[in-house]
């Protein structure tokens, strides 16, 4: 592997800025914010390489939790150290958090905003995100016919068996395939990823079991609705695999079904994140503050926020240090061959189903996602700028 790129030197502050503007512009779900970090940080400030990013995915999709979220975590941990890494985490998370608080205490007044103009614009927008993030990847990762198969296999896959399970058996079918199939380039000097030494990998997974069985025996015993809360989350975020929509069934069965908040609040707080950037994830804020007993509101809210997010945390921090010296041996080296070219796959067959079939619904949203793509490829507009203009020409002509 070629070196990750200059990622070191920087300052909590710079990550937290970075990522709070991600965090304020990136619609479109997990895979479109993937396309927005991968533009960000590896072509416009080049804090890391491709190889390296793909690397960071292929990792983060075998772990359970938000998968976008936990890439952003490491950046911001390569950049800055554990500061980094909490920035890049409150900045990404924070702006759709407090909208959906905002909406959960009714202060968002907008009404039923699935079939909003400037919804469709920037989930068109989200179409050329992508697409210009898997033609760019592919450059990179999938140089050769057999690396090409690969990712061919796991996108056909994947667009007959969408699930997470599939997702994830897609990737370690490329891993397996890359072992047995590909031969292995000559690894280049791979710099520390992860700022973090095996043994404080092994504390944070140490803690990440600890409260993984100890939350719900400590429920039982003290019946404490504010520890409740918190394991109902942890839970969440420690056990789902796939992230986004992926959550939205186990948080219905934890809180709808157990009676702690009402189906027709649920379901309204469903169609606001849709409408909210930043992972959604922070979905659990809103149901944190619509609590019908425990704690609720801003308490409530940020007791879920945490819980959920936690886990994520936990799970890439405890992992890294190992996978980054693991990365380094020649076996390993074409099992993450074969691996990045699934990744290859995973955004195709993500490009089609959801983002092509949920974003492009209309001749005036395939316009907008091809003015955007040129506004891309051709004219280098800054992405936020791009996903802006998008939202407004959605709400005037769709």
């Known amino acids: 592997m070629t070196g990750t790129g200059t990622a070191r030197g920087g300052s909590v502050a710079e990550v937290f800025w970075v990522f709070l503007r991600l965090g304020l512009t990136s619609f479109g779900g997990p895979v479109a914010h993937l396309a927005y970090f991968r533009e960000a940080f590896v072509e416009r400030r080049r804090w890391l ?49 407090i909208l959906l608080v905002a909406f959960a205490y009714g202060v968002a007044a907008f009404g039923d905003v699935a079939d909003a103009g400037w919804l469709h614009g920037v989930k068109a927008a989200a179409v050329a995100v992508v697409a210009q993030a898997v033609i760019q990847m592919a450059r990179t990762l999938t140089p050769d016919l057999k690396r090409i198969v690969i990712a ?31 031969r292995a380039d000559q690894p280049g000097t791979v710099r520390d990823l992860a700022r973090v030494s095996h043994r404080g990998g092994i504390v944070a997974l140490v803690v990440f079991t600890v409260l993984l069985v100890a939350l719900p025996i400590l429920v039982a015993l003290t019946n404490d609705p504010t520890l409740r809360l918190a394991d109902i989350f942890y839970r969440t975020g420690a056990l789902v695999f796939g992230g986004g929509h992926v959550v939205l069934p186990l948080l219905e069965a934890q809180t709808v079904q ?21 992972p959604l994830f922070t979905f659990s804020a809103y149901l944190g503050a619509s609590m019908e007993s425990g704690p609720s509101g801003v308490l409530g809210a940020s007791i879920a926020l945490v819980a959920v997010f936690l886990p994520a945390g936990l799970l890439v921090v405890g992992v890294l240090p190992f996978w980054d010296r693991l990365r380094q041996a020649p076996t390993a080296r074409r099992v993450v061959m074969g691996v990045n070219a699934a990744v290859v796959g995973i955004l195709a067959a993500a490009l089609y189903d959801p983002v092509i079939t949920q974003g492009i619904i209309s001749w005036g949203t395939l316009a907008v996602a091809v003015a955007v793509f040129a506004s891309q490829w051709w004219g280098r507009v800054p992405i936020w700028l791009a996903v802006v203009a998008a939202g407004v020409l959605g709400q005037l002509l769709l």
């Open 49 to 97: 390489t491709d190889e390296a990013y793909a690397d960071l995915v292929a990792l983060c999709q075998f772990l359970p939790g938000p998968g976008s979220s936990q890439v952003g975590m490491v950046i911001g941990l390569r950049r800055a150290g554990p500061g980094g890494l909490l920035a890049a985490w409150v900045a990404f998370t924070l702006p759709s958090a």
């Open 152 to 182: 061919a296999v796991g996108a056909a896959v994947l667009l007959v068996v969408a699930s997470p399970v599939a997702q994830v058996g897609v990737i370690v079918l490329g891993g397996l395939i890359g072992w047995l199939w590909l």
């Open 258 to 278: 157990a009676g702690l908040v009402d189906a027709d609040t649920f379901l309204a707080g469903y169609g606001a994140a849709q409408a909210v950037p930043g």
